[in-house]
């Protein structure tokens, strides 16, 4: 990481997370950038201006209309300084704020006077995060170019478990810093699927496929190379992924599809790389089923929902990349599947050949779009992957 001359304004607000700000205020710090600090007056009664000052070396800046403070360095001028303007943790209400583009505060006037790269890292209760106006206003600062990190899945502090814990600051900081990496993708938030799904049938028996999830992971690694925010959404697998990277674990194909629900609203581009499992059994028996019961298990399957073929229906500003593992009529299938689910881009690959596909390290596929047709000859995962992130970048820019 480096942030060597970046000039870094760190606006924190009113969230139980504000203690965090302190760790990324250092981390920035340790790699280089001078770091100033605007506290709503709400963040106040979280963490004292005196402690971010001390870890800063700035003081704090907390008022619009303070005549002594506006005099030293004022909103204006705040403004042009920053390079990045990241607002950590961002509260519901700030969002809201950003959003309607009110200025009644120094956040607010100097988010809309800057020309920085802004990112927020939304915290909050899980509810509030879900909700349809949290939802649609992250949507609309999506659409103006404001980078969203997280938030992450896990225990909060109210007690309850989901989605609006703030972002690690290591990751918050890890993933500026990849994305300020002059890169073609830059500042695109790119949700990626990968991996196998599983659809239980008890509590220890399940239907699942061959993916390792390699692919998936060599997308996630080549888009945070292009300088891109990465979601990944991603079934069982055992394969590390770079910390850059918000890592979304599931099971099944309904858990993913919710996941990628919620993620798609800030998304730019999405790449369905998983191998969904098409069923599921109708029927899930809560208790493990005893062979000495039955001598024969009548398991009926039904339909999961299509992910690719929703989220090129739902999200249609979004640029929808899928894969198509095939046996046979490997390139004409992928074709049609482009066609049918109105993708922008299909990935067509020939499983049947060992060498390459699910468990290999290597992949030779087909790039198809609606005019044109790339054949990307047999080489490892990640350069592929590179290829792939590649071109995409040329269809969008
Ligand atoms: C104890 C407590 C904890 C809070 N935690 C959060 C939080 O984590 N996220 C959030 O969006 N709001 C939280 N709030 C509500 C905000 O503080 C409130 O909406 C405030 O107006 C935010 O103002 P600001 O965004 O200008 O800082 C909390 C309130 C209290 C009393």
Redesign the pocket.
Known sequence: MNFLNKNILLCV?????AYKSAEIIRLFKKNGADVRVVM????KEFITPLTLQAISGNEIHDSLLDVKAESAMGHIELAKWADIILVA?C????IAKITHGRANDLMGAIILASKASVFIAP???MN?WLDQSTQENCKKLSSRSISIIGPADGEQACGDIGPGRMVDPENIVELISSSIKIGPLAGKVITITAGPTREQIDPVRFISNNSSGKMGYALAEAAIESGALVNLISGPVSIDTNKSVSLYKINSANEMLEKVDELMPNTDIFIGCAAVSDFKPSHYYENKIKKEDLNVIDIELEKNEDILSHVAKVYKSSYVVGFAAETKNVKENARKKLLNKNLNMIISNDVSDKSIGFDSDQNEVNLITKSESIFLKKDKKIRIAREILKQISLNIN
């Open positions: 607000t009113g969230g139980i997370a709503t007056e709400s963040a943790p509260t519901a209400e700030t915290a909050m209760n509030m």
